[in-house]
């Protein structure tokens, strides 16, 4: 009886553990923007005991594009990727790469006979980069893109949209530069592939810059018809010729999705997507639209609209060009409702106002939440891009010097990039403060 009794306690401790294993089990992983579904014939990625992320060998590497294999004799798995090939064996914490030997910071091991590996040493030596998001669980896996490299290294950002000379911007010093693709808005007065590979040539990173939350009058794509279409909304009091737009509409994405073409043939390295926050918009119930059957019911859903939106932007660049690079400016709070894809399916961020609104300090609790927002974005691999308008053409040379020390000692502390411009906004003019 006690024999029996010892054997029914065993099996329920076994059960215990494994259910309470299972809880730490909600982990999620990316691999260039695309989630990787996850079963119970393909296994799950949890947390171990030591709080190290371990990921089913098979399902992760095959997505990324590697071969996998088992070597019964050896008890370890192989990986053969783009001229790699690396050899796991269980329950060791190194691995081989053509014969060398790497430590690795965690075991492989064995679960449910399913081979789980940490995954971050192995994507590195084939040539990839991982991320994690500690707020969702979200393992990020890209294959290595070599301009999203370069803008993380670099720090001498430009945002000029306006009067915009070529020859200037090379001999200016900068190294990022946020620039419209067209002098005046048209098709016309488009800049020329040529000169955006000068930009390119000179070690300059061209990033164009697109409304994805307004249509705009002054655009190519503007007809007069668009205002009796469904998707189109208000126009922007404080931006005339700026129209509200219901990002959702396939009619409206397919708008910047020709447009996107036309920065990827010009060979821009990346679109810098504004009016992101547009999803605080349209859940506003004093936005005076007429309200459409299609339209958000809620903050939450108008965000998660727009992050599948800022999804289908970046799968869609990425088919065409491996490298190019997606930033949203503005809207971080839309991370309150990201469950991963968001941070997955973007290469940095660009926030305006951070520090101070024109020349007026912000206080510190209207700073904060952006500012765990942009840490959260960056601890996941991405880089900041930050601009405020604070130089004033009537104020002292005292006055601006001393609002961009302050501005630069935050930007520096923080690790982001920056970009110092009139408090006008018309990001019309190279502005250097020594």
């Known amino acids: 009886m006690k024999k029996i009794l010892l054997i029914i306690i065993f099996q329920i401790v076994v059960i215990t553990f494994t259910f309470s294993e299972n809880l730490t089990s909600n982990v999620s992983v990316f ?46 798995a192989t990986i053969d990727y783009n001229n790699h090939f690396l050899e796991i064996p269980i329950g060791e914490n190194y691995i081989y790469e053509d014969n060398i030997k790497y430590k690795n910071f965690a075991k492989a091991i064995i679960k449910n006979n399913r081979t789980y590996i940490p995954v971050r040493k192995i994507i ?13 669980k979200t393992v990020i896996i890209n294959h290595n893109y070599k301009v999203r490299d370069e803008v993380l290294i670099k720090n001498k950002l430009l945002y000029q949209l306006q009067n915009l000379n070529i ?22 007065d488009a800049y020329s592939k040529d ?16 409304s994805i939350g307004e249509a705009e009058k002054y655009r190519y794509y503007w007809n007069d018809t668009f205002k009796k279409e469904n998707f189109i909304g208000i126009e922007n009091r404080d931006w005339q010729g700026n129209y509200k737009v219901r990002y959702w509409d396939s009619e409206w994405k397919n708008i910047v999705f020709t447009y996107l073409d036309k920065l990827i043939d010009s060979g821009f390295d990346g679109a810098y997507l504004d009016i992101v926050d547009a999803y605080e918009y349209w859940s506003d119930d ?24 800022i999804k289908e932007i970046n799968q869609y660049c990425k088919s065409k060009n ?30 305006e106002d951070l520090w101070f609104m024109e020349t007026e300090r ?35 040379k005292e006055n601006n010097t001393k609002r961009a020390s302050i501005f630069i000692n935050e930007a520096n502390q923080n690790g982001f990039k920056y970009y110092i411009s009139n408090r006008n906004r018309n990001l019309d003019e190279i502005l250097k403060i020594k």
């Open 286 to 309: 004093e936005n005076k639209e007429k309200n459409l059957f299609s339209d958000p019911k809620s903050e939450k859903q108008s965000a998660k609209l727009m992050i599948q939106f």
């Open 167 to 188: 020859d200037d911007v090379i001999n200016s010093g900068y190294k990022i530069i946020i620039m419209d693709y067209s002098e005046d808005g048209s098709e016309n």
């Open 124 to 136: 590195e030596l084939i040539g990839g980069k991982v991320n994690y998001d500690s707020n969702t």
């Open 322 to 351: 491996p490298n190019f690079l997606v930033i949203p400016q503005n809207g971080s709070n839309i991370i309150d409702y990201d469950d991963g894809t968001y941070i997955s399916n973007i290469d940095g961020i660009g926030i």
């Open 31 to 76: 691999i260039d923007g695309n989630k990787v579904i996850f079963n119970e014939n393909l296994a799950s990625p949890f947390v171990d005991k030591n709080n190290r992320t371990l990921v089913p060998l098979r399902t992760v590497f095959e997505k990324y594009g590697a071969k996998v294999n088992w070597n019964f004799l050896k008890q370890e």
């Open 195 to 210: 000169e955006i590979q000068r930009l390119k040539n000179s070690k300059i990173t061209p990033l164009a810059y697109i």
């Open 362 to 396: 912000r206080e510190d609790n209207d700073v904060y939440k952006r500012l765990q927002n942009l840490q959260t974005i960056k601890n996941a691999g991405k880089f900041v891009l930050v601009t405020d308008y604070i130089y004033d053409d009537f104020d002292t």
